[in-house]
T-cell receptor, first 114, second 115 residues
Framework: DSGVTQTPKHLITATGQRVTLRCSPR?????VYWYQQSLDQGLQFLIQ???????AKGNILERFSAQQFPDLHSELNLSSLELGDSALYFCASSVGSNSYNEQFFGPGTRLTVL | AQKITQTQPGMFVQEKEAVTLDCTYDTSDPSYGLFWYKQPSSGEMIFLIYQGSYDQQNATEGRYSLNFQKARKSANLVISASQLGDSAMYFC????????????FGSGTRLQVQP
């Protein structure tokens, strides 16, 4: 158990809908990262927050947004869902944002868009 | 731009033998970190080992060691005394200090340990 929690574990929804994925980092970790793992794109970085502020953006679509709250949990919002958004979404946390800080991953949320 | 290459889509190894999973990387940043993660069929990503670009010695964590050859830009994972539970996908990843600090992952290697 990495100490990072993600809910829900599974999510099935329809095209055009909006969903929210939630992540609680390990106790004491200030950085939260979101990644998407799909069969065709592999593991891709979406966005990073550090202590409530957006720190870096990766290949995140405009239909997607995220935020980190004062209690450091984070939410990833996916809207106008398409079939291609079906993927495993990971949240990871680290104590800081330096290159030597290993990231600990949550169990993931498997999103299926029908 | 950084890039991680894992050239072995799949590998087989006999139980109790050692296996090396290859990883090469490309970066212009002199300061970076290299990571290996294991993803079993259940889906979670498990951190295995870390190597910093300025570390003089190869990292080791139990049965895992990282064969770091900086001039060749390679960071191969060595698993000694393979166990059936080692069957999983293995991902090599890198973070740069100067740029975006998220992980960039390779395409992974599926390791199957045979009894």
């Amino acid at each position: 158990d990495s100490g990072v929690t993600q809910t829900p574990k599974h999510l099935i929804t329809a095209t055009g809908q909006r969903v929210t994925l939630r992540c609680s980092p390990r106790s004491g970790d200030l950085s939260v990262y979101w990644y998407q793992q799909s069969l065709d794109q592999g593991l891709q970085f979406l966005i990073q927050y550090y202590n409530g502020e957006e720190r870096a953006k990766g290949n995140i679509l405009e239909r997607f947004s995220a935020q980190q709250f004062p209690d450091l949990h984070s939410e990833l919002n996916l809207s106008s869902l398409e079939l291609g958004d079906s993927a495993l979404y990971f949240c990871a946390s680290s104590v800081g944002s330096n290159s030597y800080n290993e990231q600990f991953f949550g169990p993931g949320t498997r999103l299926t868009v029908l | 731009a950084q890039k991680i290459t894992q050239t072995q889509p799949g590998m087989f190894v006999q139980e109790k033998e050692a296996v090396t999973l290859d990883c090469t990387y490309d970066t212009s940043d002199p300061s970076y970190g290299l990571f290996w993660y294991k993803q079993p069929s259940s889906g979670e990503m498990i951190f295995l080992i870390y190597q910093g670009s300025y570390d003089q010695q190869n990292a080791t964590e139990g049965r895992y060691s990282l064969n770091f050859q900086k001039a060749r830009k390679s960071a191969n994972l060595v698993i000694s005394a393979s166990q059936l539970g080692d069957s999983a996908m293995y991902f090599c990843a890198m973070r740069e200090v100067g740029g975006r600090r998220a992980l960039t992952f390779g395409s992974g290697t599926r390791l199957q340990v045979q009894p």
